[in-house]
DNA sequence: TTAATTTGCGTACACCTGTACGCTGAAAAA
DNA sequence: TTTTTCAGCGTACAGGTGTACGCAAATTAA
């Protein structure tokens, strides 16, 4: 009972997720991969696929279920960094864009499921995105002190912003992605400006 | 010299692009249409598409020109409405969410464009996009009087959330969709409040 | 040992795709 | 009038797709 067979399945099931990672690009996305495609970037007959996955759809939940890990594991160790006295907007942009560029099929495949055919994938990203909501969220309400509804407000158009600056990134060159960051930044801190300022505001305290 | 001709052919260039348009959906995205089913729905025999256009990429690209000019269109109404005392934030907004709701196809490709595999499309959606946010750059600076830079960096994000929050009604029923139109009204407020405190800080003055 | 499971393969089929080519009929130009 | 132009059609082909089915080999269970 050494297992040596349900071993082997998970390496081949772990070359199926990688091949179709491998395939996606600028140019190609989830959906324009096709089971043979993927399989035979995994060396397997097409119809072993199914030993693994019942269809592409599966495979691609999965694989946004993988990159949302992913990406949810970087941002822990961002807080670290916090903790350790980094500036937590600073932080946080330049930890999330460091894995934009050296994970970009993964972002890319968040980023295009969030609008894409499947209603399934879109809520599997939107899991994934609202995570990182919650968690920021809980910072602001405990840090800033102020209520849960502004708290998720701000939390909100936070993430989204910079979830957007990921976006622009993939289509620029490394080196002009610093000063993108920079704006970033920068927009963060208007609404966290913002909110400071809306803090005691009857409209949010309620 | 009545035309008749090139009345015709304009009649089947629409019928194509209607076709197109019409065959967007939650679940179908512009790169899941093929040139024969496009012909089909326009009435006409695949082969003939190409008396109008050379691919699905140019018919594509003159989708996303269209639409961009039919939000564009629409957005200088809103601005009357301003004009004619509105509040520019609400007015902006709701007219947003309303052409969302009334031209979802036609939201949904720029929505998924801007994010999609070819660079000639998401260069396109793009530059729908800076319309936006240089005509309301223009609005804040002279408004609010803030520095060219700073206007930017506040209509950048504002339109980002607007954008964004377009995507997320695409996805809600339309009872639902007041609550979040009420919520990015509120996330703008934020910022706009946040650029006022800032108005005058060293940093985007110089 | 023998029997049962299960991963993986090869073949086969029906279906859909883009597009090359040549023809037709009607509008436009000569 | 005659000639040219051109939108639209039908046929045809090569190539890709998902997946049903049955077999082989090897691990696991009895």
Partial sequence: ??????????????AIIDAAFSQLSAERSFSGLSLREVSREANIAPTSFYRHFKDMDELGLTMVDEGGLALRQLMRKARQRIADGGSIIRTSVETFMEFVQHHSNVFRLLLRERSGTSAAFRAAVNREIQHFIAELADYLEDYGKCS???????????????????????????????????????????????????????????
């Fill in 148 to 206: 849960r509804e502004l708290a998720v407000m701000e939390a909100e158009a936070m993430v989204t912003l910079v979830f957007n600056a990921g976006a622009e990134a993939l289509d620029l060159p490394a080196a002009a992605r610093k000063p993108l960051a920079e704006r970033v930044i920068n927009q963060l801190r208007l609404i966290a400006k913002g909110a400071a300022a809306l803090k005691h505001d009857r409209r949010f305290s309620e």
């Fill in 1 to 14: 009972m050494s297992g040596v067979r349900a071993q082997q399945k998970e390496k081949t099931r772990r």
